[in-house]
Nanobody, 126 residues
Framework: QVQLVESGGGLVQAGGSLRLSCAASGRTFSNYAMGWFRQEPGKEREFVARITWSIGITDYADSVKNRFTISRDNAKNTVYLQMNSLTPEDTAVYYC???????????????????WGQGTQVTVSS
């Protein structure tokens, strides 16, 4: 089993920044990817960003490109999401997830991920 624990959410004013962290523990895999998703009340959980663990290839949703940065610290088994220039539209619960089997464009979808964190609330005030 894999445990994912997110932290770093909170309340911030529009234009501000937050950094989310997701610490992974438990079973390890030789080649996997991690992603961030977010979900607003009453809406589907949507892809935000992903990173391949071994060589660090990243990809982003168009809505966050050039504002958010995903990164990882291999030694700490932690993935980060640096969020800048936040807007009220970024308000959501943010989830990190791990995919042990998929790669490429499949990583844009929820079904590619087999482990999920509990989520952390991000609220951006106008």
């Amino acid at each position: 089993q894999v445990q994912l624990v997110e932290s770093g959410g909170g309340l911030v004013q529009a234009g501000g920044s937050l950094r989310l962290s997701c610490a992974a523990s438990g079973r390890t895999f030789s080649n996997y990817a991690m992603g961030w998703f977010r979900q607003e009340p009453g809406k589907e959980r949507e892809f935000v960003a992903r990173i391949t663990w071994s060589i660090g290839i990243t990809d982003y949703a168009d809505s966050v490109k050039n504002r958010f940065t995903i990164s990882r610290d291999n030694a700490k088994n932690t993935v980060y999401l640096q969020m800048n220039s936040l807007t009220p539209e970024d308000t959501a619960v943010y989830y990190c997830a791990l995919s042990s089997k998929y790669s490429g464009t499949a990583l844009y979808t929820r079904r590619a991920y087999d482990y999920w964190g509990q989520g952390t609330q991000v609220t951006v005030s106008s």
